[in-house]
């Protein structure tokens, strides 16, 4: 009985603590592994997958989608949605945006993300403007590994 | 001196664990309406005769979205791509690779226009297509932006009930 009262109980604060983690995560703030090159050298300035880039990512912004040109954010893919993308923002509603062939004005609640590396990254050139509601976080800083601590700009 | 930091003790030990309660309950409340199901608004024209203009409240899940087992005819929440603060309600007329011809300007001309939902996308409009922006506005309404499957009408109590499919799951 004394097993199953523990176990219980170990499973009480389990279950607690998950859910606040999650809301911690989804609210305030969570850390994400950064995949591929498309925005070296800015984060994962090797193509060695071993040395991934770790980077805090901010829920805070996600109450008003206040943003300005040059934040990086996370964001859902137009047409995958379970993917994540992470590029940043050149182009806020009502600019415009010179890509290879014309000059495209962003609509609004939209915003125009490219990669910093734009020789491999998959970005606004591609796939258009995004909505600015498939924005899921912005990116502050890079926390591992421990010698590229730093602020991102 | 021993009483009054005894009495500072107790009130510290009493706001942390209102704190801890605060936070259970904050906790419990985003993750359920986050992952499960959230009540919503209605209010506006655009989806008459299934919701009253003058303020409906409906029940909407969040289980079919994440796992992408939307149909047509469902009733959906979703983020206007014009803009990330509003959440309007709207009926999905077509799913990714579907045909969608529309008036384009209902007023003007009868001009239409055809269009392929592209991949990752759906279509969705108004029932009361005279006053509602729509797909036929903003375009094809990519996945991402799709915040929850409207189940029920909760308020006023004379329109509690589920929301039909207007036989468009076929």
Not at chain 1, 22 to 27: A, C, F, P
Not at chain 1, 91 to 103: A, F, K, N, Q, Y
Not at chain 2, 96 to 121: L, Q
Request: charged share 20%; hydrophobic share 35%.
């Amino acid at each position: 009985m004394g097993i199953q009262n523990l176990l219980w109980q170990v499973t009480k604060k389990a279950f607690t603590g998950g859910i606040i983690g999650v809301t911690i995560s989804d609210r305030c703030c969570s850390v994400v592994p950064v995949r591929g090159d498309s925005m070296s050298p800015t984060l994962n300035p090797q193509r060695n997958s071993y040395l991934d880039d770790y980077v805090l990512v901010e829920k805070f912004c996600l109450q008003d989608y206040k943003f300005v040109r040059g934040d990086v954010v996370v964001f859902s893919s137009p047409t995958h949605f379970k993917d994540k993308y992470i590029k940043r923002i050149v182009g806020l509603p009502g600019e415009w945006i010179s890509s290879s062939r014309d000059v495209i004005r962003v609509p609004e609640g939209h915003c125009w993300v490219e990669g910093d590396n734009k020789a491999s990254s998959l970005d606004s050139r591609t796939f258009g403007p995004i909505p600015l509601g498939l924005i899921r976080g912005r990116v502050t800083s890079v926390v591992w590994p421990p010698q590229r601590v730093s602020k991102i700009s | 001196m021993g009483s009054s930091s005894s009495f500072w003790n107790v009130a510290y030990r009493q706001a942390m664990k209102s704190g801890v309660f605060v936070a259970k309950v904050y906790s419990f409340l985003h993750v359920t309406t986050t992952y499960l199901a959230f009540p919503a608004v209605a209010f506006g024209p655009s989806m008459i005769p299934t919701l009253h203009p003058s303020g409906n409240v409906v029940l909407a899940e969040r289980i079919s979205t994440r796992s992408r087992k939307l149909s047509r005819g469902d009733v959906i929440v979703l983020q206007s791509p014009e803009d990330p603060n509003k959440i309007p309600i709207k009926r999905v007329i077509g799913l990714e690779g579907d045909c969608e011809s529309f008036v384009v300007d209902p007023e003007k001309n009868d001009e239409s226009r055809t269009i392929v939902v592209p991949k990752g996308h759906v279509w969705v409009q108004g029932d009361h297509t005279q006053n509602s922006r729509d797909s036929r506005i903003f375009g094809p309404l990519p996945y991402g932006l799709i915040r929850g499957r409207v189940l029920w009408r909760l308020w006023p109590f004379q329109d509690f009930g589920p929301i039909d499919d207007h036989n468009l799951k076929k």
